[in-house]
């Protein structure tokens, strides 16, 4: 019985460390963002010029692709806007 009580005693002892450890390296990790993002914000990187519009697409690749979502969707889907990224 004795061994029965040192194994509880050594498990709840080693869970409580493991929990212990990873509270503090995630409070750590939260310092560590808070101290990052208060000295060192984010660059606000500025806004790239557009070109002259998106290139238009072909009919039939859009033909095509209203095709495939009437039969991905079952006929309930519609196709609203297409752009080439």
Do not use: D
């Not at 061994?3 to 503090?24: Q, S, Y």
């Not at 990790?29 to 500025?46: D, F, Q, R, T, W």
């Not at 070109?51 to 009919?59: V, Y």
């Amino acid at each position: 019985m004795e061994n029965l009580n040192t194994a509880l005693l050594l498990m709840v002892v080693g869970m409580a460390t493991v929990f212990a450890i990873l509270l503090i390296v995630i409070y750590l990790g939260k310092g560590l963002i808070a101290l990052v993002n208060k000295y060192a914000p984010e660059e606000v990187s500025s806004a790239k010029p557009a070109a002259s519009g998106p290139a238009a697409i072909p009919a039939n690749v859009m033909a095509a692709i209203s095709a495939a979502v009437t039969v991905v969707t079952q006929g309930k889907g519609k196709v609203a806007k297409v752009e080439k990224i």
